[in-house]
């Protein structure tokens, strides 16, 4: 069986090639966001984006889903 974990997080700033993003948040558990607040609650995420054309993509303020399959 394959692990699978999917969280949401937002875009919060770049710098550069650097994308900062943070779990969403939100205390409306019958929201998307709630229901991802409950389940991720708190974390940080910084990654080197060093192609241009992967980099232009991600948008300070918007919203992307993070997957984390078992390699």
């Not at 940080?44 to 300070?60: C, G, R, S, T, Y």
Request: charged share 25%.
């Amino acid at each position: 069986m394959t692990a699978r974990v999917r969280a949401k997080f937002c875009c919060g700033a770049k710098e550069g090639t650097t994308v900062f993003m943070h779990a969403v948040y939100s205390e409306d558990i019958q929201s998307e966001n709630g229901r991802f607040t409950k389940a991720t609650p708190w974390a940080d995420l910084k990654m080197n984006v060093d192609n241009p054309d992967a980099a232009i993509q991600f948008e300070v303020g918007k919203e992307y889903y993070v997957d984390f399959t078992l390699a």
